[in-house]
């Protein structure tokens, strides 16, 4: 079975974030670092060389595959702050409707600026979500 790639590691994020090139994105990436250290309450940790993550959780899959993860993260990948929403987005239908301008992945928020959207929203987002994280541990 492979192993996870990404993985938790000693790398700091101050100096991750501090490398950020775009300067609006370097902002961004500090206001959202804030908000999750606020709504998980855990330290900021690096995991792999690109994701800022907060928290973590084991999952072990029917197939038998296994790891850990972060409860909650984000990187800011060159076209968009990715903000990696672990529940997924289903069943959060009407913050999403409230949120303003976004792309989605399976469980990656994309935004092009943190301006597009209102923060508000997005921290009920980012809070429920963990608190669903948490809920299954």
């Keep these: 079975m492979a192993e996870l790639k990404t993985k938790q590691t000693q790398a700091s994020v101050s100096a991750f974030l501090d490398a950020v090139e775009n300067e609006q994105r370097r902002a961004d990436c500090r206001t959202v670092l804030n908000l999750m250290l606020a709504v998980t309450g855990e330290e900021p940790k690096m995991w792999g060389p690109s994701i800022v993550g907060f928290g973590s959780y084991h999952y072990k899959y029917a197939s038998g595959r296994e790891g850990d993860w972060f409860v909650a993260g984000f990187s800011p990948r060159k076209q968009d702050l990715t903000l990696y929403i672990m529940a997924g987005f289903d069943r959060y239908d009407e913050l999403m409707a409230k949120l303003g301008k976004y792309k989605t992945g399976k469980s990656c928020l994309y935004l092009k600026r943190l301006s597009d959207v209102d923060l508000g929203v ?9 608190e669903a994280m948490r809920s299954r541990e």
Excluded: G
């Design 122 to 130: 997005l921290e009920e987002l980012v809070r429920a979500s963990v």
